[in-house]
């Protein structure tokens, strides 16, 4: 059976011999061309092309002929261009759910930093959230010890730490993109929901959660309530909102940059590494390079 993919190409500027590099690339990689368009603006170019591979190209199945066009599309490259390849079958999905991770993905802070900051710890819990980023600490036990450093702060530094917060370039964009099409908006974190309500609602995001700050007799206690938002969470969360909206899990798309994202990126259609660490790059089915979370819009047909 034939494979139907799209490949999408993006780069802050693609010339023409760059777009002939990538069609020779990508006939290379053993996909026959067909339509081609290249859109975009003063931010960044897109360059779309429709294609196919025939099952005696080595393709009779869809998962192991995917994964190696992606390999293959991410050899040789022209510097600063990156291409995902993409389900047909998702893009022209009629109804598609995306989930976004927050920090550093919906949102260019993480918040625990800036928290931190208000306690004079700012310094080291950095160097905790990026261990568990890379995925060399369990994601539970560091936030309960970078959690714990707040202890005693006035609970209104979270109203401080909300004014700080700004959204990435291109999420509102994207949100608002997802929705006049009529697909599902979700977002997940392993942050706190006391930060990400005002954004969520502001968004007018389908679904939505995050971790609570346990806060006592005005101040924060150090500990966090109920269920931590880890790397299982995310997934399991993801399934389930998909399932509640009818949307099979082939036209999801999941966005993240930290080892916390990695089974829900694992889990979706496509999951998509934004601006992420080595590790999450190197396992996503894509990844977008530039500052501009609205590329996945293009990703994903919307």
């Known amino acids: ?50 294609g196919s ?22 050899v040789n490259l022209p510097a600063g261009v990156d291409t995902a390849i993409v389900p047909t079958s998702l893009r022209n999905a009629q109804r598609k759910f995306l989930i976004l991770d927050v920090d550093s993905t919906l949102i260019q802070e993480e918040v625990i930093e800036l928290l931190a900051a ?8 950095t160097e905790v959230t990026e261990a568990a980023m890379r995925g060399e600490l369990d994601f539970a036990e560091s936030l309960h010890a970078r959690v714990a450093v707040l202890a005693g ?16 370039h291109g999420a509102a964009e994207l949100v608002a993109a997802f929705q006049a099409a009529g697909h599902v908006v979700a977002v997940i974190s392993g942050g706190f929901n006391q930060i990400l309500q005002p954004i969520a609602e502001e968004l007018g995001l389908d679904y939505w959660v995050a971790n609570e700050l ?20 995310k997934e399991k969360y993801l399934r389930e909102w998909a399932a509640r909206e009818g949307i099979p899990m082939a036209h999801t798309i999941a966005v993240g940059d930290g080892a916390n994202d990695l089974d829900m990126l694992g889990a979706a259609g496509i999951g998509v590494a934004f601006n992420a660490k080595p590790a999450v790059r190197a396992v996503a089915d894509a990844a977008v390079n530039l500052p501009y979370l609205d590329v996945v819009r293009h990703i994903a047909g919307v």
């Open 153 to 168: 702060l006035p609970a209104d530094v979270v109203d401080s730490v909300r004014a700080e917060v700004t959204l990435s």
């Open 214 to 233: 346990e806060i006592a007799d005005g101040a924060l206690t150090g500990k966090v309530i109920g269920e931590v938002i880890d790397r299982a969470a």
């Open 53 to 74: 591979v025939d099952p005696a190209a080595g393709a009779d199945d869809g998962e192991a002929a995917l994964a190696g066009l992606r390999g293959a599309a991410a």
């Open 118 to 125: 208000y306690a004079g710890k700012r310094e080291e819990v």
């Open 1 to 50: 059976m034939t494979l139907n993919v799209t490949a999408v190409s993006y780069a802050p500027k693609l010339t023409l011999p760059e777009v002939q590099r990538l069609r020779s690339l990508l006939t290379a990689s053993g996909l026959t061309l067909g339509a081609e368009t290249r859109t975009g603006d003063s931010r960044y170019e897109v360059y779309t092309a429709d």
